[in-house]
Structures are given as C-alpha cells and as structure tokens.
C-alpha cells in the first residue's frame, strides 16, 4: 500500500482539509436559509399558516432524505467526487429561483434542488472523510466535518439577517448563495480526489457482520443501528421545528429580524463548534451514554424554550439545545460506521441520513400542524417531549459498547 493510501487524520490531512472547507460551503447554502424564511414567506407571499409556511422545509427534508438514501446505494458504483460535483450543480439555480419568485411554489421547488443538493453534497463529504481516516480517529473527523457544516449555517445566518434587515428580506441575502455555490462547484473540481481506494485497504481489518439487507437492519432489526437511525430523525425533526419556528416565536416576542438573525444562528453555531469536541469525545467514551445524554439535554431545553422569552434565557437554552445536538451528531455517523462492513457503510449511513433528514418534513408538518391547532408553544413542548422520548429508546434499546479506547 503506498502512501497515498494510508488511512488516517494525520496522512491525509490536505484532502481532508479541502472536504471540510467544501463541507462549510454545503452547510452556508441552508444558512442562506435559516433565518429569514418565515419572514420571506410573511412579507413576500403573504402567508400566515404555520403549516404552509414550513411547507418548504416539508420539501427540503423529504428531497434531501430520499437522495441520501441513493447517495448512499451509488456512492460506489458512480464515485464519491461525481456525486459531490452532482450536487453543487443542483445547488446552483436555488438563489435564483428565491430571488425571483413570484409564487410559492418557486419557494418550495427550490428547496426540492436544495434538499437534492445537500443529500448529494453533505453525504459524499462525509463517506469521503470516514474512508480517508481509518476508526481510530472516525469521530474527530465527523466532529470537524459537521463544526464546519453547522458552523457556517450560524454564520450564513447571521450574515443573510443582517443583510435582510439593512436592504430588505430579497434579494441582497440571495447573492451569498450564489457566491457560496460557485465556489463549492469548483473547489470539487479542481481539489478533491475520490477515495473508494481506501475502502479496501480497511476491508482486511473489519469484523462486522454482512447484512443481508442493510435497509431493514439499519431501519428496525439491528438494536444498534435502529436505536441510532430513530435518535437522528428525533433529532432532525425537533431542527426542522426550531428552524421554522423559532423565528416565528421571536418575531412574535417583538424581536427586530437582525436579532431574530443573530438568535437563530446560536443553536447552529454552538452545535457546530462544540462538534470539535464531542466529536473527539465519540473516539474515547461510550458511544450509548453520548447520545443518551444528548438527545434528553435537547428534549428538557426545547421544553424550556417557551417559557423564557427574555434575551438571555433565549441564549441560554439555544446554547444547550446546541450542545446537545453536539454531542450526538458526530456520535451518529461514528457509531454507525462502527457497526457496518467497509464496502455496506456508504448504503448504511445513507439509511440512516434518509431517516434522519426525513425528521425535518415529519418535524415540519408535525409542528406546524400542532402550531395551528394549538399555538406554537404548545408545538415547541411537544416536539421536546419526542426528543425526551427518543433518549429513552436509545437508553433501553441500544446494546453497550466499550469505547474504543
């Protein structure tokens, strides 16, 4: 095996760097997003249901998880770059379909290209990084994978709500979009290098056990993997909600949009940097504890959220709602790559991410469904009491582990 092909963080340290700034760029293009779509919605399109509003989050979640899954099923047959350069070609026309649209149907069509676009994007960069490493440091590289991604959600966030407030909700926010997506198409290009090669080497190391078939095992049969798939929908669910809205409920607290932009990028931006930690922690402690402790961290601050309106106690539950979602999100993709053979982990993961992504349309049409019938705090509460519910089954359902080291 030359040295082009040793696994580890450390040996291929310059293609890994190159997919986690690609990775920023994925996660910049929801940014683009997050914190003023509610208000584009109200002001643009005059919408005033919770459910038609979140509709487009509706779109984004079910494209992105059905492209997910097929990511995952090709990531060996088309090449892990092809799939990465294929999904910042869809991520290209988003801006400018928002920018011009006239009827909300562009809106949700849109997010139909972005989900695909991220499904495609995000999923690619993280096989890639996980085939690069090798076990040893698999949850470090998922914890600076998503630092970068989420990360730059918060900063795009910020950055797109300061925009809308100084020049308007469309179009001045729009063109960062475009910015963000030509440089992720050529960054691809002309920098990453496929790694299905590396897969090989680790196929000599690895004792998992064939599955017969990788969708129902990751999905319900496998205690370990079912556990995992059924916390990261839990947990994508209760982001579509926050993303959605939260923004809602600032707004009707009298919040400005730029300190709704700067509120919404909390929760995103400490999920990210807290990544470069917990990410680490999932190479070190027991994988169980990590999400167990993760997703009831979340549920009992999703359930506060409501009740404290002031400016600090918004900063104080978004910052532990993101460090919650820190500690499990690395934790995910590690333990499931953990459980999985080299050459059934793309298709794995990309269950997962099909059910976990799925949580952002069920979140969406759950939330606002809840927010119409009943307000939307009683919406938030009830999608913190899933996630408490969630933590649960991983406590009962998931088999321990030892931790690697």
């Given at each position: 095996m030359s040295?082009?092909?040793?696994?580890?963080?450390?040996?291929?340290?310059?293609?890994?760097?190159?997919?986690?700034?690609?990775n920023a760029f994925v996660g910049g293009m929801i940014g683009m997003e997050r914190s003023i779509f509610p208000q584009f919605a109200e002001e643009q399109f005059h919408m005033?249901?919770?459910?038609a509003i979140l509709s487009f989050i509706v779109a984004f979640g079910v494209a992105k998880a059905v492209t997910n899954y097929f990511t995952g099923r090709w990531a060996n047959k088309v090449g892990r770059k092809n799939l990465l350069i294929i999904g910042w070609l869809f991520a290209i026309p988003v801006p400018f379909m928002l920018m011009?649209?006239?009827?909300?149907?562009?809106?949700?069509?849109?997010?139909?290209?972005?989900?695909?676009?991220?499904?495609?994007?995000?999923?690619?960069?993280?096989?890639?990084?996980?085939?690069?490493?090798?076990?040893?440091?698999?949850?470090?590289?998922m914890g600076l994978n998503e630092f970068a991604g989420y990360l730059a959600v918060g900063i795009v966030a910020i950055a797109t709500g300061s925009i809308a407030e100084q020049y308007g909700i469309t179009p001045y926010p729009f063109y960062v979009g475009i910015g963000i997506s030509i440089a992720g198409l050529f960054l691809s290009l002309l920098f990453v290098k496929d790694t299905r090669l590396y897969v090989q080497h680790e196929l000599s190391r690895k004792t998992s056990v064939v599955q017969d078939n990788v969708f129902v095992e990751t999905t319900l049969k496998n205690p370990s993997l079912s556990s995992i798939t059924q916390a990261g929908m839990v947990n994508n669910l209760n982001d579509g909600m926050i993303w959605g809205l939260l923004p809602l409920l600032l707004s009707q607290a009298m919040f400005d949009t730029k300190t709704i932009g700067w509120m919404a990028a909390i929760y995103p931006a400490v999920w990210g940097i807290g990544q470069l930690?917990?990410?680490?922690?999932?190479?070190?402690?027991?994988?169980?504890?990590?999400?167990?402790?993760?997703?009831?961290?979340q549920g009992v601050a999703i359930i506060l959220l409501p009740f404290f309106l002031d400016t600090y106690s918004i900063i104080v539950t978004s910052i532990a709602i993101g460090l919650g979602t820190a500690l499990v999100y690395p934790t995910f993709l590690a333990a499931i790559a953990d459980e999985t053979l080299p050459q059934q982990r793309a298709e794995s993961i990309g269950v997962f991410r099909f059910w976990r992504d799925l949580g952002y349309a069920i979140g969406a049409i759950l939330s606002g469904i809840i927010g119409d019938l009943f307000g939307i705090e009683t919406s938030i509460m009830a999608i913190g009491i899933l996630t408490i519910l969630s933590s649960g089954i991983i406590y009962n359902r998931m088999p321990f582990r030892p931790a690697s080291r």
């Open positions: 040295k082009q092909l040793q696994l580890g963080l450390r040996e291929n340290w310059q293609q890994f760097s190159i997919l986690v700034l690609i005033e249901s919770h459910t011009n649209a006239e009827f909300w149907f562009t809106v949700v069509m849109s997010n139909v290209l972005l989900g695909i676009s991220q499904g495609l994007a995000w999923s690619s960069t993280v096989v890639m990084k996980i085939d690069l490493v090798g076990e040893k440091d698999r949850g470090l590289a930690f917990t990410g680490k922690l999932a190479d070190i402690l027991q994988k169980k504890s990590l999400l167990f402790w993760g997703m009831l961290v």
